[in-house]
T-cell receptor, first 109, second 113 residues
Framework: GENVEQHPSTLSVQEGDSAVIKCTYSDSASNYFPWYKQELGKGPQLIIDIRSNVGEKKDQRIAVTLNKTAKHFSLHITETQPEDSAVYFC????????FGTGTRLKVLA | NAGVTQTPKFRVLKTGQSMTLLCAQD?????MYWYRQDPGMGLRLIHY???????AKGEVPDGYNVSRLKKQNFLLGLESAAPSQTSVYFC????????????FGSGTRLTVV
């Protein structure tokens, strides 16, 4: 069945360093790839998304890249700050979302 | 502020009891979803709705029922709660199907003892 693998499950970085989270999807028909940030005790919040006709998208310190041939996409956070500490989820979608299992990012001050 | 509101935020049930989780959105979204979140398993879709009066099963529908009598509300019911239904439940809504971002509520933490 449809599947999205997300790595790593936990990631610790020093403040100011970059963080990269990677996801691989199984269904080549997937055409929409959102990323969500979930802070403790809150619901997931959309932070960036990319569609299959685009290879890269950037929004300030956050960027997402998509490689359709390899069926993987990645979230890049530059100049990390303590407030970036959260759980991040990727998803791949044709109709319904298929979520990854999440990455807990810790930014160490 | 516009968004998705879930009630209650916390609830403890005894095995066999029933309850209804309420979700309301004020963004005029057609599509609404109920997810459960368990440690290490991410977000799993329970039921969803593509419009007022419609519902459909998701990935893990057993033990749950839903209703969408009004466009802005999506109710999740547990008829006979089991310890396996201890989880955090999230409601979400979206403007479009599949290629649009979801707006999530803040969640309901349910414990079944």
């Amino acid at each position: 069945g449809e599947n999205v693998e997300q790595h790593p499950s936990t990631l610790s970085v020093q403040e100011g360093d970059s963080a990269v989270i990677k996801c691989t999807y199984s269904d080549s028909a997937s055409n929409y790839f959102p990323w969500y940030k979930q802070e403790l005790g809150k619901g997931p919040q959309l932070i960036i998304d990319i569609r299959s006709n685009v290879g890269e998208k950037k929004d300030q310190r956050i960027a997402v890249t998509l490689n359709k041939t390899a069926k993987h996409f990645s979230l890049h956070i530059t100049e990390t700050q303590p407030e970036d500490s959260a759980v991040y989820f990727c998803a791949a979608s044709i109709s319904k979302y298929i979520f990854g299992t999440g990455t807990r990012l810790k930014v160490l001050a | 502020n516009a968004g998705v509101t879930q009630t209650p935020k916390f609830r403890v049930l005894k095995t066999g009891q029933s309850m209804t989780l309420l979700c309301a959105q004020d963004m005029n979204h057609e599509y609404m979803y109920w997810y459960r979140q368990d440690p290490g398993m991410g977000l799993r879709l329970i039921h969803y709705s593509v419009g007022e009066g419609t519902t459909a099963k998701g990935e893990v529908p057993d033990g749950y029922n839903v209703s969408r009598l009004k466009k802005q509300n999506f109710l999740l019911g547990l008829e006979s709660a089991a310890p396996s239904q201890t989880s955090v439940y999230f409601c979400a809504s979206s403007y479009s199907w599949g290629n649009y971002g979801y707006t999530f509520g803040s969640g309901t933490r349910l414990t079944v003892v």
